[in-house]
């Protein structure tokens, strides 16, 4: 193919992600190897959302039994779409579209190059419109993919709603100064959730924006159970299950509630929608931070994530994803981290999985999280993790 031939409109590049080959716009780089504002280019396309692409991937694969239709609202180069027809067979036909008329001839372009043209349906509408065209029973999708520049709240709605009872839909975010509590506001503006600043901000991202999630479909009669979260670099993933009816919505609202949580001793606390806490630390009395409504339940279905992990082999980055995901106990929310431990005692940090070890010698629950690889969950009160630290540190000292 030479350029003469595409006339797409743009300057583009050749990309490899997993089997596909495809086209895109070319992006400036930084010194450091990140695209320069992949947002300005004339096809959105972020190599640094390949691992998101991959588990995505597996995910399809791994989650369904037989071929569903795939529904893409924001597009942009198509390479999601394409990749998920080329590179697992659990996918019958796959809808495509984006706003961006360059972006459709880019999509077709790569079609073609993948030879799925004939199992791709390519529009160019807004992704609402889009949505809406495939809400009605028999023409609703298995698996639908929301991936927006910033927050994808606006589109929650008539992606639940294109979704069938019993599909999956995937979710990212990139609003992370919105979702980490950098901007409060904005959290509060889009979210509709309260958040602040702590050293477990990426967790209650995830959170808030399963929470969103569930709660937008509670209000439709749908429940979702989250299948697979996490935060890297960049933005923010989640896969969710949807299942229709009263019984399902109201039993995901009960997973949606508040976090306490007070930074002077550590102490948190989780409760439902209707028991907001008070905002004074039941421990120290003194005046602690509030997140929420967010989700205070698994993020994460352990079974899904094993059939993910088997079928990870040809991924590297997933695979190791995956595993770090399969390690989590997410039942328990936010983390320490050895560090900020060890700063508050004024000592060196312990090692996080010397930690983990003792801390599970005493009884207690503890594992590392996804989010910080010097990150702790466990259920231990504050104290007692002090302790143990302490008591760990005492022991190196010992030659
Ligand atoms: C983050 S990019 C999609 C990247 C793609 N899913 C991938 O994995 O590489 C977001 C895309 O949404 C498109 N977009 C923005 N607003 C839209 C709207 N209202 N309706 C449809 N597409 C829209 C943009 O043109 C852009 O291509
Ligand atoms: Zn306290």
Same mark, same amino acid.
């Given at each position: 193919?030479?350029?003469?031939?595409?006339?797409?409109?743009?300057?583009?590049?050749?990309?490899?992600?997993?089997?596909?080959?495809?086209?895109?716009?070319?992006?400036?780089?930084?010194?450091?190897?990140?695209?320069?504002?992949?947002?300005?280019?004339?096809?959105?396309?972020?190599?640094?959302?390949?691992?998101?692409?991959?588990?995505?991937?597996?995910?399809?694969?791994?989650?369904?039994?037989?071929?569903?239709? /795939?529904?893409?609202?924001? =597009?942009?180069? #198509?390479?999601?779409?394409?990749? @998920? %027809?080329?590179?697992?067979? $659990?996918?019958?036909?796959?809808?495509?579209?984006?706003?961006?008329?360059?972006?459709?001839?880019?999509?077709?372009?790569?079609?073609?190059?993948?030879?799925?043209?004939?199992?791709?349906?390519?529009?160019?509408?807004?992704?609402?419109?889009?949505?809406?065209?495939?809400?009605?029973?028999?023409?609703?999708?298995?698996?639908?993919?929301?991936?927006?520049?910033?927050?994808?709240?606006?589109?929650?709605?008539?992606?639940?709603?294109?979704?069938?009872?019993?599909?999956?839909?995937?979710?990212?975010?990139?609003?992370?100064?919105?979702?980490?509590?950098?901007?409060?506001?904005?959290?509060?503006?889009?979210?509709?959730?309260?958040?602040?600043?702590?050293?477990?901000?990426?967790?209650?991202?995830?959170?808030?924006?399963?929470?969103? /999630?569930?709660?937008?479909? =509670?209000?439709? #009669?749908?429940?979702?159970?989250? @299948? %697979?979260?996490?935060?890297? $670099?960049?933005?923010?993933?989640?896969?969710?299950?949807?299942?229709?009816?009263?019984?399902?919505?109201?039993?995901?609202?009960?997973?949606?509630?508040?976090?306490?949580?007070?930074?002077?001793?550590?102490?948190?606390?989780?409760?439902?929608?209707?028991?907001?806490?008070?905002?004074?630390?039941?421990?120290?009395?003194?005046?602690?931070?509030?997140?929420?409504?967010?989700?205070?339940?698994?993020?994460?279905?352990?079974?899904?994530?094993?059939?993910?992990?088997?079928?990870?082999?040809?991924?590297?980055?997933?695979?190791?994803?995956?595993?770090?995901?399969?390690?989590?106990?997410?039942?328990?929310?936010?983390?320490?981290?050895?560090?900020?431990?060890?700063?508050?005692?004024?000592?060196?940090?312990?090692?996080?999985?010397?930690?983990?070890?003792?801390?599970?010698?005493?009884?207690?629950?503890?594992?590392?999280?996804?989010?910080?690889?010097?990150?702790?969950?466990?259920?231990?009160?504050?104290?007692?993790?002090?302790?143990?630290?302490?008591?760990?540190?005492?022991?190196?000292?010992?030659?």
């Amino acid at each position: 193919v030479n350029e003469v031939e595409l006339n797409l409109g743009c300057e583009y590049r050749w990309y490899a992600e997993g089997r596909t080959r495809f086209l895109s716009s070319a992006f400036a780089e930084t010194p450091q190897g990140e695209p320069v504002a992949p947002r300005k280019s004339a096809v959105f396309y972020n190599p640094f959302s390949k691992l998101s692409r991959d588990l995505t991937v597996i995910a399809v694969q791994s989650y369904f039994q037989t071929p569903v239709l /795939v529904g893409e609202p924001l =597009a942009g180069s #198509g390479v999601r779409g394409i990749r @998920l %027809l080329a590179e697992t067979d $659990r996918v019958q036909h796959a809808f495509l579209n984006d706003i961006n008329p360059t972006a459709v001839r880019v999509i077709r372009e790569n079609a073609r190059i993948n030879n799925v043209s004939e199992r791709v349906t390519i529009s160019q509408l807004d992704g609402n419109i889009f949505l809406t065209q495939h809400s009605r029973h028999g023409n609703r999708f298995g698996y639908v993919d929301v991936d927006p520049v910033g927050a994808p709240v606006r589109f929650l709605e008539s992606a639940l709603r294109a979704c069938d009872s019993g599909g999956m839909i995937g979710v990212s975010a990139t609003d992370l100064a919105a979702l980490t509590g950098r901007s409060a506001q904005a959290c509060l503006r889009k979210y509709d959730a309260l958040t602040f600043v702590s050293g477990f901000s990426k967790e209650l991202a995830v959170r808030i924006l399963v929470g969103s /999630v569930a709660r937008t479909a =509670a209000r439709l #009669g749908l429940g979702v159970k989250p @299948l %697979l979260s996490f935060s890297h $670099r960049h933005f923010v993933r989640i896969f969710v299950s949807t299942s229709k009816g009263k019984a399902a919505a109201s039993e995901t609202k009960q997973n949606v509630g508040w976090f306490f949580f007070c930074p002077e001793c550590f102490t948190t606390l989780a409760t439902e929608m209707s028991n907001p806490p008070s905002r004074t630390c039941p421990n120290c009395k003194r005046w602690g931070r509030l997140a929420g409504p967010l989700w205070t339940s698994e993020t994460a279905d352990r079974n899904l994530l094993a059939r993910m992990l088997d079928a990870s082999s040809n991924y590297t980055d997933a695979q190791n994803m995956l595993r770090k995901l399969l390690e989590e106990d997410t039942s328990m929310i936010g983390f320490y981290s050895v560090a900020e431990l060890a700063r508050g005692m004024r000592t060196s940090p312990v090692s996080p999985s010397v930690l983990i070890q003792k801390l599970r010698e005493n009884g207690f629950r503890a594992t590392r999280t996804h989010a910080d690889p010097g990150g702790v969950k466990t259920d231990a009160p504050p104290a007692a993790v002090r302790s143990i630290a302490r008591d760990l540190l005492r022991t190196m000292r010992v030659p």
